[in-house]
């Protein structure tokens, strides 16, 4: 299983991002998939998880900003960035959970300026 994150980049703070995640099979034979950012000089954390029943969880710091959803008929995971502050800014990473082992995306970068 592949994973490719895309949708990074630079924004304004108070800005909007959506990031997606492909997966190279179909994302419904994971229990469950997230997202994790890591910032510079700091370890990686997560942002948010979703289960293959649609059960939601979400770093405290960043509920009502953040909203993360899969499309089982694109095998794509999304994370809806909005408000977005400088303290954002890190390598997004997105995970998969397999059942017998993780797979991780490549990253994709989001630099949110002040």
């Known amino acids: 299983v592949q994973l490719q994150a895309s949708g990074g980049g630079l924004v304004q703070a108070g800005g909007s991002l959506i990031l997606s995640c492909k997966a190279s099979?179909?994302?419904?034979?994971?229990?469950?998939m997230g997202w994790y950012r890591q910032a510079p000089e700091k370890q990686r954390e997560l942002v948010a998880t979703i289960t293959s029943r649609g059960l939601t969880n979400y770093a405290d710091s960043l509920k009502g900003r953040f909203t993360i959803s899969g499309d089982n008929a694109q095998n794509t995971l999304s994370l809806q960035m909005n408000s977005l502050k400088p303290e954002d800014t890190g390598v997004y990473y997105c995970?998969?959970?397999?059942?017998?082992?993780?797979?991780w995306g490549q990253g994709t970068l989001v630099t949110v300026s002040s």
């Open positions: 099979g179909s994302i419904a034979s994971f229990s469950a």
């Open positions: 995970k998969a959970t397999g059942w017998i082992r993780d797979y």
